[in-house]
């Protein structure tokens, strides 16, 4: 398996453009997270995903954020308008459950620079 | 609030030595996990080792042992004959039943040098 996928790795863009990123998790893997790292607030769950369903958005900063799992195997997170204070990695990861505890698989990340 | 804390931000150790990394969590169940994820330069985000808190008996996974005290709330990794390729960040993270879902809350990191 190739393991979790994102794209882009890179996204340099101007404040109030719209951001998209995506992820494709591993085949099998029935959950969802983003996560978003920053030096000052280290790694931040941002929304969940259960089976495509989104369990628990409470980590979304603001109503400029969202994300989709359409299907199984594609999330998107999606900022509209960006600003610079959303500059950060953003890191997708899926899960399975091993001994009652979600195992998550890191994808490699999107570096967002929002200027 | 589950909380986790890494309270040395940096740790450095010579090569082939032994190094402990910090963590206590806070939390009010009885039932959780504990990882640590090691995240080196290239940014990846990588599962070092997992204990279940059920189980008394701490986890190793060659180099890499842990020292679960659950009373304490404390989850420290030891590292032995540290390598250079094990310098990186790493991250003890908790994973409870938060607001109904399992989710996993991280700590602030410790960055660990390896002194060749």
């Known amino acids: 398996d190739a393991g979790v996928i994102q794209s882009p790795r890179h996204e340099v863009t101007e404040m109030g453009q719209e951001v998209t990123l995506r992820c494709k998790p591993i085949?099998?893997?029935?959950?969802l997270f983003w996560y978003r790292q920053t030096m000052m607030r280290g790694l931040e769950l941002l929304i969940y995903?259960?089976?495509?369903?989104?369990?628990?958005d409470s980590g979304m900063p603001e109503d400029r954020f969202s994300a989709k799992m359409p299907n199984a195997s594609f999330s998107t997170l999606k900022i509209q308008p960006s600003e610079p204070r959303d500059s950060a990695v953003y890191f997708c990861?899926?899960?399975?459950?091993?001994?009652?505890?979600?195992?998550?698989?890191f994808g490699a990340g999107s570096r967002l620079t929002v200027l | 609030a589950q909380t986790v804390t890494q309270s040395q931000p940096e740790m450095s150790v010579q090569e082939a030595e032994t190094v402990t990394l910090s963590c206590t969590y806070d939390?009010?169940?009885?039932?959780?996990?504990l990882f640590w994820y090691k995240q080196p330069p290239s940014r990846q985000m990588i599962l070092v080792i997992r204990q279940e808190a059920y189980k008394q008996q701490n986890a190793t996974e060659n180099r890499f042992s842990v020292n679960f005290q659950k009373a304490a709330k404390s989850f420290s990794l030891k590292i032995s004959d540290s390598q250079l390729g094990d310098a990186a960040m790493y991250f003890c993270?908790?994973?409870?039943?938060?607001?109904?879902?399992?989710?996993?809350?991280f700590g602030q990191g410790t960055r660990l040098t390896i002194n060749p």
């Open positions: 993270a908790y994973a409870g039943l938060i607001q109904g879902a399992q989710k996993l809350v």
């Open positions: 939390t009010s169940e009885s039932d959780y996990y």
């Open positions: 995903f259960n089976n495509n369903v989104p369990i628990d």
């Open positions: 990861a899926s899960s399975y459950r091993v001994s009652g505890a979600n195992v998550l698989t």
């Open positions: 085949s099998g893997h029935n959950s």
